[in-house]
């Protein structure tokens, strides 16, 4: 079935340092991917979402895109703070009405000051 | 506009008892979504209500998971006979079209 994977646990980074995490996804149908990001004691909230291969998503200083050939989306941030510190997990919409999703097992970004 | 409402924000039950989680989507969304998250396995998804009826619920153990949207304001999940394995936040989520909103979830601990 459809699905992605997300291997990086844990990312622990100095402010400015750039942010990188990379995510595969297996589908048979048009991908329409997502990067959602959780703070503590909070619910994901949605960062960004990108649906054509090679465009970019581009939300608060975080930049998404996805490569069909090699069947991967990663999220990228040039210049990370402290306030960037949480749990981003990438997403795959698995329905037609495009909000039932399947989740990365997530990545813990711990910026340090 | 509050957000999807979930209580209570903990929970803490004896192994056996059964535990019922409460969600309040945002008015007018018209799908409800229920996903567990653990640090093992991440976000699971459960089961999914549109209009109230249910949709799909895949992801739903097929025993003790139980749950039912009796009106478009709330929507509940309960658990039969708790165990410490199903000790999780549980998320609560609504979507009026494609965007998914999420709660902050309740976290589940069975001792």
């Known amino acids: 079935g459809d699905s992605v994977t997300q291997k990086q646990g844990q990312v622990t980074l100095s402010e400015d340092d750039f942010l990188f995490i990379n995510c595969t996804y297996s589908?048979?149908?048009?991908?329409?991917l997502l990067w959602y990001v959780q703070y503590p004691g909070q619910g994901p909230q949605l960062l960004l979402k990108?649906?054509?291969?090679?465009n970019k998503g581009i939300s608060r200083g975080f930049e998404a895109t996805y490569d069909k050939g090699t069947t991967s989306f990663h999220l990228q941030k040039a210049s990370v703070q402290e306030s960037d510190s949480a749990v981003y997990f990438c997403?795959?919409?698995?329905?037609?009405?495009?909000?039932?999703?399947?989740f990365g097992i997530g990545t813990r970004v711990l910026v340090r000051p | 506009n509050a957000g999807v409402i979930q209580t209570p924000r903990h929970k803490v039950t004896g192994k056996g008892q059964e535990a019922t989680l409460w969600c309040e989507p945002i008015?007018?969304?018209?799908?409800v979504f229920w996903y567990r998250q653990t640090i093992v396995q991440g976000l699971e998804f459960l089961t999914y209500?549109?209009?109230?009826?249910?949709?799909?619920d895949s992801g739903m153990p097929k025993e003790r998971f139980s749950a039912q949207m009796p009106n478009q304001s709330h929507s509940t999940l309960k658990i039969q006979s708790t165990q410490p394995q199903d000790s999780a936040v549980y998320l609560c989520?609504?979507?009026?079209?494609?965007?998914?909103?999420f709660g902050k979830g309740t976290r589940l601990t069975v001792v």
């Open positions: 589908t048979t149908t048009y991908p329409t």
């Open positions: 008015s007018g969304h018209s799908a």
């Open positions: 997403a795959l919409v698995l329905n037609s009405a495009g909000n039932k999703l399947t």
């Open positions: 209500f549109r209009n109230q009826a249910p949709i799909d």
């Open positions: 989520a609504s979507s009026p079209d494609k965007e998914v909103f």
């Open positions: 990108v649906t054509t291969a090679n």
